[in-house]
């Protein structure tokens, strides 16, 4: 009985698990010249994957119900309220071996300060499948799941090409995948206001 009553819930719409990723968007010029360098990663190492991927810094990756959706984009609302806008600095690349190449991140402060205030959400992230998976260590990923050859000879090149880039981050978006989907929808923006957020009961009467 009770592997059907699960069954069924997961066959409601707020009852299936969907995948979210919070990340940072560069701006569309420099979205362009990154989403350049994947494609001609792709034609030069038969890796068609790498034009796929869409250019982001990923801040957070969680599993949940979608019927926590409403309570988590409030919360996610919140935290965006007060924080600030920063500087990304874009700056050459980097790699996972033998498997990723990525460009690097220069300017990781920042964006360590907004996943750490992620953190206290957590307990509305966690699912029975899996917890929440902060991402401190900043990159965007022009290459993943490479086979060692692709990996080798790419790595041999793009260790020593050159990039620049810089954006502001203005604020982050919530994106979703649902189970037996492809790709990522975007779910909600939330700006970031650098307000002063009420954190304690006694600020409420100040």
């Not at 996972?96 to 460009?103: D, E, G, K, Q, V």
């Not at 300060?113 to 991402?135: C, D, G, M, N, R």
């Not at 995948?177 to 954190?199: A, C, D, H, W």
Request: proline share 5%; charged share 25%; aromatic share 12%.
């Amino acid at each position: 009985m009770k592997t059907d009553l699960s069954t069924n819930l997961s066959s409601l719409p707020g009852y299936r698990l969907c995948e979210y990723l919070l990340v940072l968007h560069p701006h569309e010029e420099l979205w362009n010249k990154i989403m350049e360098t994947k494609k001609e990663f792709a034609r030069k190492f038969e890796s068609p994957s790498a034009e796929w991927g869409k250019p982001h810094i990923t801040l957070l990756k969680f599993t949940q119900l979608q019927l926590m959706e409403e309570r988590i984009v409030n919360r996610f609302k919140m935290i965006a309220m007060a924080m600030p806008a920063f500087k990304v600095e874009l700056k050459d690349f980097g790699s996972f071996p033998s498997h990723t190449i990525y460009l690097n991140v220069d300017t990781k402060v920042a964006i360590q300060t907004l996943v750490k205030s992620l953190k206290p959400a957590q307990s509305l992230l966690k699912s029975k499948e899996q917890k929440p998976h902060f991402i401190e260590e900043s990159y965007i990923t022009i290459a993943s799941k490479l086979l060692p050859w692709q990996y080798e000879k790419g790595w041999l090149e793009y260790s020593n090409k050159h990039f620049a880039g810089r954006f502001i981050a203005k604020g982050m978006l919530l994106l979703r995948r649902r189970e037996g989907m492809k790709s990522y929808q975007p779910v909600q923006k939330f700006e970031f206001l650098n307000m002063p957020v009420v954190t304690t009961q006694g600020q409420l009467f100040v």
